[in-house]
């Protein structure tokens, strides 16, 4: 999962029988597509994804709650602990909008904007728990960054494959969510949420980012269904793609 993107200097020092080490970080600038990017690109990509969401946001603070394989750790700054509050820590599937309340309910009282970034996969597998945030108006963003696919499963598949001397290239049976394409604006709204999308030209990307911010600082759960181009971070995909020791 992404992480502070940081660089570290690490001192060591001995009091008395103690020895103290010490981290003094410095913050990598996040490396972003250009805004412009939007007017001319043909797909959305997460990279874009996450330069017009920071657009949308305009620099106020905000808990990033989750945030999936397919988004690189290079995408966003994380300067304070309530930045980003990590994963699982388990691999749950089926996670992400559960956590994406309860987070989201510690945070209703702060000044902190409550934003999930989940994969389409995490999504199907617990849309329910968004009703619990609508019933107890609990104010939450939940960007889909959805590209059809439960392609964690199909990069498995296609090391299975290389390793069996099978087709990489049917990797994609059994895990593709496509032909037809499932609404998830619909089935958030099904929920009492505000379903937004989905979204598959990049020039719509942004008013519908600045709708559901708005929407969000009202009280309201939104959900914006972004189709992106199926990938992830290539250091995400390498890791999953490699053997297993053993």
């Known amino acids: 999962m992404p992480s502070a993107v940081v660089k570290a200097t690490v001192t060591g020092c001995v009091l008395g029988a103690f020895s103290v080490t010490v981290k003094v970080a410095t913050v990598v600038p996040a490396l972003l597509p250009p805004l412009s990017a939007l007017e001319t690109a043909s797909i959305i990509e997460v990279p874009l994804l996450a330069t017009a969401l920071k657009e949308a946001l305009a620099g106020a603070p905000v808990s990033m709650i989750r945030l999936p394989l397919s988004w690189g750790e290079h995408l966003w700054d994380f300067r304070h602990p309530l930045d980003f509050l990590g994963a699982d820590g388990g691999g749950g599937i089926g996670s992400g909008p559960g956590m994406a309340v309860g987070a989201a309910l510690a945070l209703r009282d702060g000044e902190r904007l409550p934003v999930a970034v989940l994969g389409d996969g995490d999504f ?45 290239e049917n990797r994609w049976i059994g895990q593709a969510i496509r032909d037809p394409d499932i609404d998830l604006a619909a089935m958030a709204r099904a929920q009492g949420c505000i379903g937004i999308g989905p979204v598959d030209d990049p020039r719509g990307l942004l008013p519908a980012l600045n709708g559901a911010v708005a929407a969000v600082r009202a009280g309201k759960v939104c959900v914006v269904d972004v189709h992106v181009a199926t990938g992830y971070d290539p250091g995400a995909a390498s890791g999953i793609l490699q053997r297993a020791p053993g």
């Open 124 to 168: 199907l597998m617990g849309v329910t728990a968004l009703w619990t945030a609508v019933r107890n108006s609990i104010p939450l963003l939940i960007v889909l960054a959805n590209n059809r696919s439960f392609f964690n499963d199909e990069l498995h598949q296609e090391r299975v494959a290389r390793e069996r001397g099978r087709p990489a």
